[in-house]
């Protein structure tokens, strides 16, 4: 690593280039979080192995991004490890056209899901390390994840009601080409650049016990989402919703996810991150406790607006407070401490949600409420125990 107070000149088109690496990955996942369900659901698997399924993936996301993220930080090019991440993932993609049985799925999802965990932490810390080194607005970049994400589900609901549950893994290896191109395009940024102690950086920052907590407590809320991932479109189906509507739905909260990124600059200059992080909290804790009542496709339209709150703040919220924290030679590293957090605690909210929702049906979202309450007390103590001085917003 280069200790130097001057970074180089940004890469050309920089936001544009990682516009496009946040939209390729997150596309991929608009096709795996809402109809991975639905193809082991096809496959007729029960509520509980959709839910081990699941939560595998999870867990071996878990261990797999913050490995990833040490280890490209000690890379002279961190962005090298996306092209493998994205070919390796590829090659999961491709198994799953010859696998219809629990275990095989299980170890094919959950080796995909381990290949596939170090590329968006990757992309983050180069965004988050374009605002740092030159002051490019984190989400105008990031917003692009979200139209990704949302366009792509909407093109596989359409063609899962024309072909079923089959569409999912071609769609799956689509995506997957795709990231290996866009790993090319993402920006070269070269070693990190440290800046010097009486820059008002703790050199040790990813040891603070407060970033952790918060970490935790932004995972926790985070994982209030566990339940709808996993049974949010099953239940809109059992409901009679078309597979049209359902990508309607789901695109309607990427809509007021978008609309979120594209004041991320006006936010981030008004509103300090423990308050979006606050207000992210108590929205999640509103949607799921009124999730179970019968709302009609107009009222879940606007219950899906709550995720511009429960989503998209609690996120800008924790990346401003790391932005403010964490030098840029930790910046992959915490980013897949983050990864490490939030997959545990989804995971466990996945599992849970697999048992619950087996139980009490669509009641069992009240359980998602407790979780966003618990997010928001952590994040609560977190923000007690930082170092309280200027710099930190203490």
Excluded at 58 to 65: D, E, G, H, K, Y
Excluded at 316 to 321: D, V
Aim: include cysteine.
């Amino acid at each position: 690593m280069i200790p130097t107070q001057t970074a180089p000149a940004a890469p050309r088109f920089f936001q544009l280039r990682c516009a496009l690496a946040y939209g390729e990955p997150l596309g991929v996942n608009g096709v795996i979080l809402p109809y991975l369900p639905v193809w082991l659901d096809g496959l007729a698997f029960s509520e509980f192995e959709i839910g081990i399924v699941l939560a595998a993936q999870l867990l071996l996301r878990v261990f797999a991004a913050p490995v990833a993220g040490v280890f490209a930080d000690r890379l002279g090019e961190r962005t090298l490890m996306l092209v493998w991440s994205g070919a390796l993932s590829l090659s999961t993609a491709l198994a799953m056209f010859f696998s219809d049985t629990f275990w095989p799925v299980l170890l094919i999802v959950s080796l995909q899901a381990a290949f596939f965990a170090p590329y968006a932490p990757i992309v983050e810390s180069v965004a988050v390390t374009g605002v740092r080194r030159w002051g490019f607005q984190y989400g105008a970049m990031r917003v692009w994840g979200s139209v990704g994400f949302m366009a792509v589900a909407l093109i596989v609901g359409e063609l899962q009601g024309y072909w079923g549950f089959q569409t999912i893994p071609p769609a799956v290896a689509v995506g997957f080409v795709l990231t290996v191109l866009v790993a090319f395009a993402v920006p070269r940024l070269g070693q990190a650049v440290i800046r010097p102690a009486n820059a008002g950086f703790n050199p040790s920052s990813i040891r603070r016990v407060d970033l952790h907590v918060l970490m935790i407590g932004a995972s926790i809320a985070q994982a209030s989402h566990g339940m709808f991932y996993t049974f949010g479109t099953i239940h809109w189906q059992q409901i009679g919703f078309s597979s049209g509507s359902i990508g309607i739905l789901w695109s309607a909260a990427i809509i007021f996810e978008i609309v979120v990124f594209l004041t991320a600059g006006r936010l981030a200059k008004s509103v300090s991150p423990w308050t979006l992080l606050r207000i992210g909290c108590a929205a999640a804790i509103l949607r799921w406790s009124l999730f179970p009542f019968s709302l009609g496709f107009w009222g879940y339209i606007a219950l899906q607006g709550l995720h511009a709150f429960s989503f998209a703040f609690v996120h800008l919220g924790l990346q401003q407070r790391l932005v403010e924290s964490v030098q840029e030679h930790q910046e992959s590293t915490v980013q897949g401490a983050y990864v490490f957090y939030n997959g545990v605690f989804l995971a466990i909210s996945t599992i849970l949600s697999g048992f619950l929702y087996r139980q009490f049906g669509v009641t069992s979202y009240l359980a998602m409420s407790l979780l966003a309450l618990i997010g928001l007390a952590t994040i609560a103590f977190a923000a007690r125990i930082q170092p309280q001085r200027s710099g930190s917003g203490g």
